[in-house]
């Protein structure tokens, strides 16, 4: 052939392609060490909740925090843009399948009020919760100095895709290393999924990164617009940017899987995929406590001309404590995920989630699953 | 074991089993320029339609190449063999799924009439477009000369599969490199989808080249005769084609990757794998404009003694524009085509289609398509 | 780890996961030669039809080789043990699913009457047909006298594995050599499917190999023993050893791939893979003139003990001639094989079925099978 | 990229994911020779019963072992909870699928009774049977010289990973050499699946190890805890284990391999790839004698905070005897384990089970499973 080069592709695993081998030592689930660090905020569980109106309201945001983990409040939801978010929340919910994409495109073109911005931290402080509250891009320069002023302790800067650097002509791109500055608040930035982005948002001064393009039960990023990494190798390379970061800097930046993630073994493969802590949507909308009430919807699901998400009606299951730590009767993997957590590290030979990083992980397509599929079949009438 | 060595057999890759990662930088869609050029017409929008009856039509031809792209109207199909082609497409839509093979053979077993072929591409110029005629290579003396008559601006010469060189002694041969002196304007030539097919058509002296063979969805001929190669590796080879004939002539032929493309995803990896532009059937037979009203079957459809293809219900979704550029409630990829290029160049780091070309592309089976697979067996009743 | 080395495991593949390259000349359907000879008999189609008792009868053997094909008689089934064999195939298609293997179990425990061997034999021979029968290596020593006294041309020794050594206590193996001495006319023997044992067998002086464990579609011995090879792998690895055994003898031994082929594309791939003909079963089971009428079933179905098969509805769905050479409707591969291999060697520029051989072949899992299943699901009421 | 190298994963393999290859020369099945040594126990099949609940009680152990087989009582189970078990079973076999994983949380939290223990071997030993029991790591201490006493043969030590070195704050982890020099008699370790972990157990002085964490149809431990190896690579690996202990200590360690075995093709390829012998749960869950009565659950299914299991619906099949030596007229692998394994031997040129480790294994995924899965599709109503 001509001395042209093919493209090169490399293989990426997502979670259902890959299984963790037992140590060669097994340790008591009691004797783990789950503890997750952000800023100077100590997290008994490295567990967020993910930044959806499906997910995290005030009261969702102090419950969950109170359970050990980090809520995050999306500041550009319905919290923030009704007085009574509940009406629409329960319009949203019971609006079917066919006309909920262009009710979310209505709900969300409303306003966002300052008022309610400062009145929603203002309510999960008050209860001497941590709070943590996501922006977009576009929104950060407005919004995060009215969080800020509103006694917000973490900032969370997400859009689908978010880079250390934009070109754009019509507003002057975020700068993160100002941003840094200004709030000197420990600042999370997202969502990226490969090395060299996940570095230059380490270089910009931020604490931690999210990781996960087109992997979540309720986006469908990778139909629309063909861009996707699955979450294994999303976290694998991240992981590795920020121990070249840490070395570089001496800045140890938390590099937080987010999106894909429905079952105990998931959670417990991004671990072992180099996370330092995880972010769950899907899991936490079948608590009793979210405000969803059992459907699950993605933040690009009301962009105006391209939305990319679905409506997932995903039930209520549990009260959020069962959810993460149990005890359970269910097997599927989608409750006591702390649990699941500890008892992994313990048959891995993982005192700490650092020791995760070591374990050994093989690839291995889940047959599992098929099984289930195969099953499913031949119960149908 | 011997010494005569096993043949070797190379990995191929479709639309299904890639993804685009996200670059460092990300840019507004607004920024991105999608521009394609061929011969001395350029599009805005580097999209064709195909030359199948259920897609183009003379309206749908017009209304297309105002919205930006180039449709191609098949000289062989319905419109040159009809006064009243409409009557036919009827009859093709109503016909029950078992027996339209049949009628297809017979509808398309009629004589195409000359008169027609200069009608329609009058129809069509009379209204200020570019107008694109495809015919076979069986058909080209004769029906070139007519068309170029007629007034046409480009032509397609295509068939399954159309080499520089055919063996066949019930007729000679289409001799490409008279074909483009005689008729002085674009031609592009198809299908191909390897290194070596692809080289030789360009150095005939053509415009053009349409890359897929057997990926549509109307199409059938992997089962039928075992051919057929992935559209992500056709693409792939056929680009370090144009690069490879660039270098040793100057001349910069285009790729049109023709076939498969469902969804905003697949056409946004088409651009990746280093296409110039994309040419499409099923995604526009979905339009209310196209002239299958919701069906959609391919050109080796009606073959007399081995039909290679099957009609597809489609359904109409929207107008034509809508389908183009947006805005749309639909998530699933089908929608706001153009939207969904832009959004996904500007999360790529590519400013221009040539830019695209870098953009980093990994092997990743869609996991989401098994997603929906499952939920739509637990939705059986 | 230990010096001790991971068994090594080679990657087979199969019909549905590998795909033609078209070549870089077309060549016209009517320009190619199929031809295939066996010993003495030359045959217009390189097509056997298997030695099973749904497939081939006298009746059946007779039209087919006018047809141009070889089918090869079961001498160890119905046609031999039953003076009415009609009877027994009505009570074998008519018994409900939960209790055929029991009735094929018994059906096949019947004797062998020597006098309805020549019987059948003889009119197959009176019709001028070449005549081909098989029968399993256990009673080879015993059938194969009364055959060629009953004049068979060709003849077929056959069970799910046949080797050039048998090791037994019960009886003394089959002598491949004395065999080939004492018939006297072409012995064509198998299944093998790997190199070494193809060569083996190569050595013993037959003339035909047949290429196959585990593919068809009515046999089980995978998921019952465990054993089988994907064909298109099997038939590579046999050609290499035709190949060798050439060159170290002068002599040219048939590949005749057989089980598993169930479309034209599959067929195609067979000779690409390195075949002189191709022996199918459930395909020719389809054709109006079948004894199994719409029904199919395997050799080892019938094992006292464990039984590997199972009976396949495949329909009756047009005359034999149309399945072998059009004109069809069916737009899935299961008609017009001819016409399919003609095209698909015009399309890929081969003349001969050896120029079949360096045919380009990609590994390109079946995508479009995948498509139709989606759909069947949705289609489920 | 960084210096800092992304983790190496290892792709691992599973029954459905190869198969056997014939040999060069046929065996007789009957001159195949399957014996299997522990201790100084000599079966005349290599097949272990799970110590599961509802595969093995005292009456299924002695006729077990009266047709060659070992089976395995479990020490913690309903057998040395309840006086009356039947009862129990009973319960759990009639319970809803919604309700059976509390049911089992709840019949499993009942004390152990040391009467029981001694009276169920009791009842095994006086049918002049090998008694083989099995104890989880945390009770062995315990229950182990109760065993003993009352005359156990064999003693297995098993739990979902059990390794040679166990971190624990509550109790003082087993100590196996010390258990072994205690308890002379021979003594099973499992479950493991690395070569690490195998050779570690190896070296405590053991005399065998159960191969096996996550395969089971009961099992749901990957998805509940990501953890899990497929059984193909997970016995390659621990026969590598084998074998070099072998060389360092002169003491032959037996590897059986338990889960995931359903039919006699997969049962075959765990010896292909190196097993001493096989465990099988559900296979055996089918016999009328099973005490399962046609269901089926796992040993980690009754965990009272994160249960790793499913009851499974298996039926009842057939009696014990024609499950392991047929006849059978089922034609799917279930049934004539026996049968089939020593015609897999025949088939592939292996007269004993270890020149099975010769043989040579491909990988190819199962093509046939999707057959039927399609087929199940088209089927449904």
């Known amino acids: 052939m001509s001395h042209f080069k093919l493209k090169e592709m490399e293989r990426a695993y997502g979670f259902d392609e890959v299984a963790l081998v037992p140590g060669d030592v097994t340790i008591n689930p009691d004797q783990t060490n789950i503890d997750f660090t952000v800023g100077n905020s100590i997290l008994t569980i490295p567990i967020l909740a993910s930044a959806m109106d499906a997910v995290v309201d005030p009261a969702f945001a102090?419950?969950?925090?109170?359970?050990g983990g980090l809520a995050v409040l999306n500041l550009e939801g319905v919290q923030t843009r009704y007085e009574n978010p509940e009406e629409v929340l329960n319009q949203i919910t019971q609006t079917p399948e066919t006309e909920v994409t262009s009710?979310?495109?209505?709900?969300?073109?409303?306003?966002?009020?300052?008022?309610?911005?400062?009145?929603?931290?203002?309510?999960i402080k008050q209860a001497g919760t941590i709070c943590a509250v996501s922006v977009t891009p576009a929104n950060t320069k407005w919004l995060a100095p009215i969080a800020k002023d509103a006694g917000v302790d973490i900032l969370v800067v997400q859009s689908t895709v978010t880079t250390a650097r934009h070109i754009s002509k019509s507003y002057r791109g975020l700068i993160l290393p100002e941003l840094c500055q200004q709030m000197s608040l420990p600042v999370i930035v997202g969502n990226c999924c490969s090395y060299g982005a996940a570095l230059e948002l380490m270089r910009t001064g931020i604490d931690g990164i999210l990781v996960g393009v087109g992997p979540g039960a309720?986006?469908?990023?990778?139909?629309?617009?063909?861009?996707?990494?699955?979450?294994?190798?999303?976290?694998?390379?991240?992981?590795?940017?920020?121990?070249?970061?840490?070395?570089?800097?001496?800045?140890?930046?938390?590099?937080?899987?987010?999106?894909?993630?429905?079952?105990?073994?998931?959670?417990?493969?991004?671990?072992?995929?180099g996370a330092d802590a995880i972010m769950i949507g899907s899991p936490l909308a079948q608590a009793a406590e979210a405000p969803g009430k059992g459907y699950h919807w993605g933040m690009s699901h009301s962009h105006p001309a391209l939305p990319r998400g679905t409506r997932v009606r995903v039930g209520t299951t549990a009260p959020l404590e069962q959810i993460l730590f149990g005890p359970t009767s269910v097997t599927d993997g989608t409750q006591n995920l702390v649990g699941a957590l500890r008892t992994s590290m313990g048959v891995?030979?993982?005192?700490?989630?650092?020791?995760?990083?070591?374990?050994?992980?093989?690839?291995?397509?889940?047959?599992?699953?098929?099984?289930?599929?195969?099953?499913?079949?031949q119960n149908t009438p």
Chains 1, 2, 3, 4 share one sequence.
């Open 348 to 377: 891995c030979s993982a005192r700490t989630i650092k020791e995760m990083y070591k374990v050994k992980m093989i690839i291995a397509p889940s047959i599992k699953t098929e099984g289930k599929y195969l099953q499913a079949i």
């Open 218 to 273: 309720a986006c469908t990023t990778r139909e629309v617009i063909g861009v996707g990494v699955p979450q294994i190798t999303a976290t694998l390379n991240c992981a590795v940017a920020r121990e070249t970061y840490l070395q570089e800097s001496g800045k140890y930046v938390v590099v937080i899987t987010d999106g894909g993630i429905r079952t105990g073994g998931d959670l417990c493969k991004a671990f072992a995929a």
């Open 62 to 67: 102090i419950k969950f925090n109170k359970l």
């Open 103 to 123: 009710l979310l495109q209505k709900v969300y073109s409303k306003p966002i009020k300052e008022k309610l911005v400062s009145q929603r931290i203002g309510a």
